[in-house]
């Protein structure tokens, strides 16, 4: 079907997606017959390898998480193999390595910036609102790990931020901020996106004025 084709495009690196507001199912094969290999808790978010496998039988897409172990997960969903509207079982994300923080679409304030990436790791800066940064990192962090295994496939998505940006307040009026820490890119409990990604710039396809 078309919608599998579309889904399908060509990947030359890893695949990111991103668990709606239930759990996912992982399984040790591209097929719901194969052995429960646990869960992709709502909001997650999961590193899978490039290429996808379709389950002819049941019209549905498979990637392999990024990881040592053969776990794989559905990232369609089909009722039968003539349903030709496959629904996405996760949300697929275009991490570019560009994010804008869009903190002020659901929250007060600046997002915080933590000395590490967890939820209980002290605050050392803030990101200022509406700020497009590219990321010096990013890592997939169970949220329930004391000690996160390097390399995770599963887990909370951390953006790390080191950004010396030129804040204007008025005329001729800037401050300087320093940006230096780690950023959640949604919301653990509710799933709201705060570090949205953007496509890079491309200046070499774009003109510019200068109107200053």
Known sequence: PAVLRRFALEATGPRYYRAPARDV??????????????????HDCVRCRPALEH???????WARLDENSPRYVCVT??????????????????????FCNCYARHYSGELPARASPRLDAPRVSALPPWVVVKAAA???????ADDPPPGAATGLLW?????????RRADDDYEPWIVDGWA?????????VVLEPVPPPSYEEQWFRNVY
Do not use: H, K, M
């Open 25 to 42: 199912q992982v399984f040790g094969g591209p097929s719901r017959t194969s052995a429960f290999s646990g869960e992709i808790r709502r």
């Open 55 to 61: 389950n002819a039988a049941t019209n549905e897409l």
């Open 77 to 98: 969903e089909c009722a039968d193999a003539s349903d030709s509207d496959a629904a996405l079982a996760l949300e697929p994300l275009d991490l570019t390595g560009y």
């Open 138 to 144: 990013i890592q997939l962090v169970p949220r329930d």
């Open 159 to 167: 953006v790390q931020i080191c950004a010396s940006l030129e804040i």
């Open 184 to 192: 959640i890119a949604a919301n653990a409990n509710t799933g709201a």
